[in-house]
């Protein structure tokens, strides 16, 4: 009986542990990174989660190494992510990096992108590319 009760001690434990970095980046492997800002992601509300992911993937981008990316992102929460995303988004305007030099702040650019998510949400945002695979026919 002693023996079951410290087991169910220990299990309590490791699971309140676990627990705690629910909202923190799990940067021991990629898959497990990005499983962790997926989760992350859905528990944001929803005027964070544009924010968040376009500075996680602005933070990949940056550092092309694996190790050195999961370095960087581990055990971060979703403010510091985003707080180093806009750091990152400054030093590429900065550096005169024509995708970031079109936006004139960080915000700009985040509502940007905010609308294209909701463009595409709602199915009104077509890409003029997809008109070459139209496969409606004009019929004479």
């Known amino acids: 009986m002693k023996k079951l009760s410290a087991l169910l001690i220990i299990l309590t434990c490791t699971t309140?542990?676990?627990c705690g970095n629910g909202m923190?980046?799990?940067g021991h492997n990629a898959?497990?990174?990005?499983?962790?800002?997926?989760?992350?992601k859905n528990r944001l509300p929803a005027e964070q989660r544009i924010e968040?992911?376009?500075?996680?993937?602005?933070?990949r981008d940056s550092f092309?190494?694996?190790?050195?990316?999961?370095e960087k992102v581990d055990g971060k929460e979703p403010q510091e992510i985003i707080d180093l995303g806009k750091e990152?988004?400054?030093?590429?305007?900065?550096?005169?990096?024509?995708a970031y030099t079109q936006y004139s702040?960080?915000?700009?650019?985040?509502?940007?992108?905010?609308?294209?998510?909701?463009?595409?949400?709602?199915?009104?945002?077509k890409d003029p590319r997809d008109k070459a695979n139209d496969i409606l026919y004009k019929l004479k």
């Not at 968040?52 to 933070?59: A, G, P």
């Open 31 to 40: 898959r497990t990174a990005y499983k962790s800002v997926k989760v992350i």
């Open 88 to 98: 990152l988004y400054q030093e590429r305007k900065n550096a005169g990096i024509e």
């Open 16 to 18: 309140l542990i676990a």
């Open 64 to 70: 092309k190494n694996e190790g050195e990316f999961l």
């Open 24 to 26: 923190k980046i799990n």
């Open 105 to 125: 702040s960080w915000d700009e650019m985040i509502a940007k992108f905010g609308q294209e998510r909701i463009s595409q949400e709602k199915g009104t945002g």
């Open 52 to 59: 968040f992911e376009v500075s996680f993937w602005t933070i």
